[in-house]
């Protein structure tokens, strides 16, 4: 069946512009996640939604993150006001159910990679 | 600070010989454990997930858990070079069950 997917698959924009990275969860699945890796590191925690809500947002670097999920489905992640050290891949899963047991999961897309000039 | 440790690295291996890759945590009270794998420029995969002490197999690879220690490995059987690659062990931890706090990863080279 399908994956997660993300679109764009890549995205250079100009310091100070604002961003929107979208994520398609795969079918069924009710958790959301997104992550953000740098360069020689391990993805890094972002946000998760339980359906439509935030039900963590402590990894948002800053208020110029913001992420919402309103159908329950689709997520958009959202970065206004743009810093190069912004410039990353940014990772979305999912997963049947939340982590902490069988069905938690997560799975996830072929990620966006934002650079910022 | 919650911390998963991936100390040892880069891994050379010969091809059909065992590869073992170590990862290390602090939260005692860390529920699920997960390793990815990932190609270069590709995202992460899930190749096995464990949730109680002991071993756990699937194909090639035996996953190794001991809660007391709070350690987790990886066991690669047979490697080939195909299995080169970046592996990252990811953690949840108690209180905050649905996020993976992630290793930084130990690369892993097959040598034909």
């Known amino acids: 069946g399908a994956g997660v997917s993300q679109t764009p698959s890549n995205k250079v924009t100009e310091k100070g512009k604002y961003v929107e990275l979208r994520c398609d969860p795969i079918?069924?699945?009710?958790?959301l996640y997104w992550y953000r890796q740098s360069l020689g590191q391990g993805p890094e925690f972002l946000i998760y939604?339980?359906?439509?809500?935030?039900?963590?947002d402590s990894g948002l670097p800053n208020d110029r993150f913001f992420a919402v999920r309103p159908e329950g489905s689709v997520s958009t992640l959202k970065i206004q006001r743009t810093e190069r050290g912004d410039s990353a891949v940014y990772l979305c899963?999912?997963?049947?159910?939340?982590?902490?047991?069988?069905?938690?999961?997560?799975?996830f897309g072929p990620g966006t990679r934002l650079t910022v000039l | 600070q919650k911390e998963v440790e991936q100390n040892s690295g880069p891994l050379s291996v010969p091809e059909g010989a065992i590869a073992s890759l170590n990862c290390t945590y602090s939260?005692?009270?860390?529920?699920?454990f997960f390793w990815y794998r990932q190609y270069s420029g590709k995202s992460p995969e899930l190749i096995m997930f464990?949730?109680?002490?002991g071993d756990k197999e699937d194909g090639r690879f035996t996953a190794q858990l001991n809660k007391a220690s709070q350690y987790v490995s990886l066991l690669i059987r047979d490697s080939q070079p195909s299995d080169s690659a970046t592996y990252l062990c990811?953690?949840?931890?108690?209180?905050?069950?649905?996020?993976?706090?992630f290793g930084k990863g130990i690369t892993l080279s097959v040598r034909p």
């Open positions: 939260d005692r009270g860390s529920q699920s």
């Open positions: 899963a999912s997963s049947l159910r939340l982590a902490g047991g069988p069905g938690g999961e997560q799975f």
């Open positions: 464990i949730y109680s002490n």
């Open positions: 079918s069924g699945h009710t958790a």
């Open positions: 990811a953690v949840t931890y108690t209180g905050a069950n649905s996020k993976l706090t």
């Open positions: 939604f339980q359906g439509t809500g935030a039900a963590d």
